[in-house]
């Protein structure tokens, strides 16, 4: 019993020495987590910092993209009011910081049927970063504004039932002598980036001021409603303008494949060009110029109403092409 007895302390002595040993580890492991914790805020701080400062370098160089861009825009347009554009090809110098080298070049294009020029501005540096400006300019031709001037209406083949709108000026390419514009829209496609599909509502969301659309695949205008908006709309194919709408800002529609104007349909300030046969539905009023291929009268009280504005320049916004 008494040897028993003293071996209880030795065992019991054991035991606690080895919970004690568990416990100085835990605190050791935990004092080293701890360390490495806040040994690792520095470092991600640095990391942090250094990102910041690798950012605010990039957009301090894309902000002197961006302003060597415009600045040339804006110089190329002002000499286009003396001197007709020529392409350019430019190393101003480097970008600040980092010694980025940089190349700042214009391209132009025409397309002389109509007059339109095309002018695009781009910036890029040895990163392989740029920006782009872009601007669509129209000066009519002197033939286009001097059918226009002889009459509102300038038609290629006969119109049935002319007489109806001979008091409106009907030009008959055939008897008179009027050489009908060619044109067409696929040559300046790819100068347009924004188009509508056939599921938008441009007649709810209006034409965003002074910019060029290409209506995607046979597009139709919704009727009974105000289309607001100055620009240019091109319609690669068949387009249509359903009844009761009212066009009250300066629209010229360039149209490949026929156009239909449905009844009651206002054009305030318009300039149409249609390939193909325009059909004009009763009630229709057009003021400014019209030319077309063919036309179909749709009913009486058709009114096209000639304006010495019709034919004015056109510019685009000054956009950023993506």
Known sequence: MAASRRSLP???????????????????????AVCLLLSAVPLSLACLVRDEWVAGQAALRQEQLENITDSLMLRELERE?????????????????????????????RYAPLGLRFLKVCTEDSDGRSFTRQQIQVRWTDRLRRLAAAAPLTVRDAVPDGEALAKNGVLYASTCGAAFPEFGTYPIRNWIEGGFASSDNITRDG?????????????????YGT?????????????????????????IILADRGLWIGRNVRFADALILCNGTLHLGEGCEIHGAVFAERIALHGGSVRIVGSPEALRPFETVICRRC
């Open 10 to 32: 030795v065992k019991s002595g054991v035991s606690f020495s080895g919970a004690g040993n568990s416990r100085r580890g835990f605190v050791a492991l935990t004092l080293l």
């Open 81 to 109: 009011k003396t001197e007709t554009l020529t392409p350019l090809d430019l190393t101003p110098g480097l970008l600040y910081p980092g010694n980025r080298s940089v190349r700042v070049f214009t391209s132009i294009q």
């Open 227 to 251: 289309l607001v908006g100055t620009g240019m709309l091109l319609f690669p194919k068949f387009g249509t303008f359903e009844d009761q709408i009212e066009i009250p800002d300066r629209v």
């Open 207 to 223: 034409i965003p001021m002074r910019r060029i659309y290409q209506m995607r695949g046979e597009y139709t205008a919704k009727g």
